[in-house]
């Protein structure tokens, strides 16, 4: 049996503790929403307020230069790439992870022509989904995307395989693929990988480098904390830069920008596959909250990660068993990114239930309750918290309440 | 001969005087920089402020309802549409330009297929040029981009032209192409017409309705003051709405997002052309910023940007008119943009001495040195200040020092 006693105890030995103190969460709010949106990093209002009096107001065009806002996206990605074993220089931030993901998809295909397939699972968000069919239509070359359940995916890669593009972490349930594993076997067979890591990075180690892996995108609003639409990231291994072409030739990504040709050449290295100009605002606030992340190494993450995912669990076998939830995640935590889902018929309404109450997840259709758990702010005794609401939630029959069975436009 | 207190009293009588205060510019500076970066506007630290501490920071993943994130790009756009003439609805602010310029292009050729050119003109920002060959060498439908100088466009349309994509104001000389006539002759031979409004939006009147025109996209840094790397924005005609279709089909252009479903629908109106999910920091900067225009009428804008511009013409033919200055802007303020370039052959020096005197312009290879002359703060006295600096770099031949010799990275 554990007790709220026992998870102070851990708190206060949690070498991580420190970290909450680098975000602003809202008193009485317990924020289990991470891995949609990141919450405000205390460092972001000073630095933002930086950008926009001195380095905007004050500097104007000159900053491009002087606050060096044209090596952002370059500075930033290498930010990044420390923290998802990226070789140096194979990493920037820009654009969305959608527009990311059609230009490496667009790169792949060319990089490596002739077979018919992109192969995805029912796992991908959908979005990946959407922008991988959208690319092979418009290219016409007769590549149409394969989708299979998560546990086919290895079986389903084949001589005919393109590109093998997976979220490494599951959206809804929170499984882990096993990049090493799905990486080399692709390529045995011929075939490119692009990982989506939007809910990889910033929450457990990934091994871009070692891996071999050849492409891959991701969010930075999310683990990375970087704000509301935050710019994403591209990764394109140094082996294939310099053949990989971007479909979305804008004039940042010129060798020459500067030089207004009006014939593209792509610039050297990852840059050739910067678009347009850089959303500096957004860039200066993500680069901000990637200090949360300097000198905490991704294993100590993972490590308190995993012990806050096993004690939901635990905590809702011993507290909630009999209350018609059943668990909607790997219970091994090996297997498991950093969030842990339940499943329940009335998932909706106890989530707007839990909401009211100040305890913030969220809810995926048909009826998965989502909670994430960020070890840079979350506590132990968070988790307990979370499960006496879930509890209260439960006896009280609170989310059969008439409001919280509205359907709110975006869940 | 005009005089220094000739424009003091204009600048008295100046009905957009007023609109000054409504910006940070530091003082001592002469900013004439604004068609490459607008000036900060001085309500968009608070509104940042209020986005970063309220909106995110205290409301959280909730904002995407309460504090209205997802209606943001339409909200904007509705806002900008207002600007350039366009109908309600027709407008989204999201990405990149060239990100945007992408998107129409390929939306464009599946509109109008069997032709076999896309027309465009030297006096286009190169990375339209690039966007629009990307495009189609990526589609692969036997397309080419055909680029003709500016004052043979008219005349180059014909049965084989599917899209005329032109930029309205030529970025380095200011020359305004004719958005009517042009857009009536392409529609007379079947071809649909692309305007990129980078120099326009904010700077003059557009009639995108009245004109017909098919689809535009525009930049939000510029004349609109967002901000460095705002998002941009783009037109579909409502005409064009159902049928058109982006080959970026990422999840916030899906016809029910939130729903998750695995296949792509679009969903209705221009909001099929957002993508991922839209950068909020940097929406609620440019929104903040659009209240500059608020109450203000483009036609208002435009009679004080043809005197300002005229001034300087005049001016220089006054006090400048014998030191190697050639006018590299259209005399006729009716067929120019709101910018004066001069040319010279020690354009770049000369530009970088000005700047040391703090008076911002910039410089455009080979020879260049351009002036943006922004309506809602410039004043008609600084018109002469400048000219008065210009003068004075001139005569002492400050130009000649050897720092200003040098390029520096960007320029």
């Known amino acids: 049996m554990i007790n709220r006693s026992d998870l102070v105890a851990l708190d206060s030995r949690d070498p991580l503790a420190g970290r909450r103190d680098m975000f602003v969460l809202p008193e009485g709010v317990i924020y289990l929403d991470g891995n949609s949106l990141g919450p405000l990093p205390a460092s972001v209002p000073a630095r933002m307020e930086d950008a926009l009096r001195r380095q905007w107001g004050r500097d104007l065009i000159r900053s491009w230069n002087v606050n060096g806002w044209i090596d952002l996206p370059a500075r930033v990605g290498a930010r990044i790439g420390r923290l998802v074993g990226a070789e140096d220089g194979s990493i920037i931030s820009a654009d969305s992870t959608s527009v990311n993901l059609y230009k490496l998809v667009c790169a792949a295909l060319a990089l490596n022509p002739g077979r018919s397939t992109i192969l995805s699972d029912t796992g991908n968000f959908p979005t990946d989904l959407y922008v991988a069919s959208g690319a092979a239509e418009l290219m016409d070359k ?80 999310k683990y990375l904390n970087g704000g509301p639409g935050a710019p994403a990231w591209l990764y394109v291994a140094p082996r294939h830069q310099a053949a990989a072409r971007s479909p979305l030739t804008g004039w940042l990504g ?149 409001r919280f069975q509205r359907r709110a436009k975006v869940t």
């Open 142 to 221: 007769g590549v149409r995307l394969m989708v299979v359940p998560p546990e086919d995916v290895e079986a389903s890669i084949d001589a005919e395989t393109a590109l093998v593009m997976l979220t490494h972490v599951d959206y809804r349930t929170g499984r882990l693929h096993d990049m090493a594993s799905i990486t080399a076997r692709a390529h045995a067979a011929g075939a490119l990988v692009l990982w989506d890591l939007a809910h990889s990075a910033g929450a457990l180690p990934v091994d871009l480098a070692g891996c071999r892996v050849d492409l891959a995108v991701g969010c930075s609003y």
């Open 254 to 402: 010129h060798a020459a920008p500067f030089a207004f040709d009006l014939d593209f050449r792509p610039a050297e290295g990852v840059g050739r596959f910067i678009c347009g100009t850089p959303n500096i605002l957004s860039l200066v606030a993500l680069d901000a909250a990637l200090d949360a992340f300097d000198g905490v190494s991704m294993e100590q993450v993972r490590d308190k990660s995993i012990k806050l995912g096993d004690l939901f669990i635990a905590l809702v076998d011993q507290r909630c068993g009999d209350l018609g939830f059943t668990l909607g995640a790997p219970r091994d935590g090996r297997s498991r990114g950093s969030q842990v889902s339940l499943r329940h018929p009335e998932g909706y309404a106890i989530m707007q239930a839990l909401i009211a109450r100040e305890v913030i997840g969220d809810f995926r259709a048909p009826d998965v309750l989502r909670f994430g758990f960020c070890p840079l702010y979350a506590r132990y005794t968070d988790i307990w918290d979370l499960t006496e609401h879930l509890l209260q939630v439960m006896l009280t029959r609170e989310w059969a309440q008439e």
